[in-house]
């Protein structure tokens, strides 16, 4: 099991250095008790409208798991865009403040969910080098995503596993037949409303849910300063213009019309 180190959301320039050399890292209380209430309240609701719409057997990560797509119409996920807890660590991450949102979402398993094999998101390979001497790979992080736990995350009630350090790695991801028993086992355990700040490319993967509760976890996503990838209008004006200024500017690509 990962014991991973979670940090005040003050210790910015440690959880920047422990985010490049790991693909991730974990900061303590990033909402507030408000924000936390008002999150987890949109996560149950949408949570029991999907398993009434597709049941547990046609849930789109496999039995019992499902991602809760797109929800920037929805202010309860809103609220992630602007966080003070986290922007600075980004700013520090990209050395920059000029990143954009492209986007919040999230997934959950419910009971029974069995284990999902590890994987890396965002594997297209924008750059196309003809000399084959660069892929996404390579560079620093050109997508974050923001994880929040939404109750404690056990082994138990199937946390997410985390390999560290494979964020920049070209090696093979093994199946989950080829897994060893430490990466199977890896479980990233952390109390409710932590946030987990994680180069997508860092290879993770569910585990199973073999308590008697769902187990959420909502997010949030950003573009590096240097890179977009999305313009996809998903964020109504309504929301947009109760915002603060900052989360404005981060959303300046993605406010409809």
């Known amino acids: ?15 920047a250095a422990v985010f490049h050399r ?9 909402m507030s008790e408000e924000q936390f ?10 949570m029991q409208e999907q398993e009434d719409e597709y049941g547990i057997d046609k849930m789109n990560r496999g039995y019992a798991r499902h991602s809760f797509g797109g929800q920037m119409n929805n202010w309860e996920w809103c609220v992630l865009i602007d966080l003070p807890t986290i922007l600075p660590i980004l700013d520090a991450i990209w050395q920059n403040d000029d990143y954009t949102c492209w986007g919040a979402g ?7 969910a069995k284990i999902q094999h590890l994987h ?3 594997n297209k390979d924008y750059f196309n080098d003809p000399w084959a001497r660069v892929t996404y790979r390579d560079p620093p992080a050109a997508n974050i995503v923001v994880n929040f736990t939404i109750v404690d995350f056990t082994v138990e009630n199937g946390a ?3 390999i560290p350090g494979t964020q920049r790695s070209h090696a093979p991801i093994p199946s989950l037949e080829e897994e060893p028993e430490w990466m199977r086992t890896n479980h990233l355990c952390a109390p409710a409303n932590t946030a987990i700040i994680r180069d997508i490319r860092c290879w993770h993967g569910g585990t199973p849910n073999n308590s008697d509760h769902k187990r959420p976890m909502t997010s949030v996503a950003y573009h590096a300063p240097w890179h977009r990838a ?12 109760r915002l603060s ?11 409809a019309d």
Request: include cysteine; proline fraction near 7%.
């Open 22 to 30: 790991d693909g991730f890292v974990c900061v303590e209380n990033p």
């Open 120 to 122: 890396s998101d965002g």
């Open 106 to 112: 999230g997934d959950y398993s419910l009971p029974g």
């Open 230 to 241: 999305s313009d996809d209008k998903c964020l109504p004006r309504a929301h947009y213009d």
């Open 37 to 46: 209430a008002l999150n987890k309240h949109g996560a149950q609701r949408l």
């Open 160 to 162: 997410i596993r985390f």
């Open 1 to 15: 099991m990962l014991n991973p180190e979670v940090l005040n959301s003050a210790d910015v320039e440690r959880a």
């Open 245 to 255: 200024p900052r989360g404005q500017r981060l959303c300046r690509y993605i406010v």
